[in-house]
């Protein structure tokens, strides 16, 4: 699928709706985050902190919990909001967790426009890495 056959104001829109349940009271920075799933349907998330800072659940988080509770599949298009509703480009982490949810082939909205996954995080580790080089014996 290629950036522009892609609803990107809707993703954007329910990344804005999200940050509505964003619990960052530590930060206040809010995230929103939305996205496509294969089937269609869209899934967002919110942060949620915690006051043991490093415990907190980034936005895609709660996102990627959203799309296994509702269904599973595989993220087609990533759009993430800070709270004024700007691109923000996912956290190192949440890149590792958006790459095994969508793979290279994933889109997403960034301050520099759409970008793929395998420009987002190159050279990833992955899925494909576990099933070719196997358990060390
Ligand atoms: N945050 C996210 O939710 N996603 C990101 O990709 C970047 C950072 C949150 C974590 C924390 O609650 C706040 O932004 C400030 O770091």
Redo the contacts with the bound molecule.
């Keep these: 699928m290629s950036g522009d056959q892609i609803d990107w104001d809707l993703l954007r829109d329910a990344a804005i709706v999200a940050l509505g349940n964003s619990y960052?009271p530590y930060?206040k920075?809010p995230?929103g985050v939305a996205g496509f799933a294969d089937d269609g349907r869209v899934v967002s998330g919110a942060?949620v902190?915690n006051a043991s800072y490093g415990l907190?659940l980034?936005?895609?988080c709660s996102m990627v919990s959203q799309l296994w509770a509702t269904g599973g599949g595989r993220l087609t298009a990533v759009s993430?909001v800070d709270g004024n509703g700007e691109s923000?480009m996912?956290?190192g982490r949440?890149r590792q967790l958006l790459y095994e949810h969508g793979g290279p082939q994933l889109l997403l909205m960034t301050p520099e426009g759409v970008l793929p996954m395998a420009e987002v995080l190159p050279q990833a580790f992955g899925p494909a890495d576990l099933e070719t080089r196997g358990p060390a014996e």
Aim: glycine residues 0%; negative net charge.
């Design positions: 960052s930060s920075f995230v942060n902190e907190t980034c936005a895609e993430c923000l996912p956290c949440c």
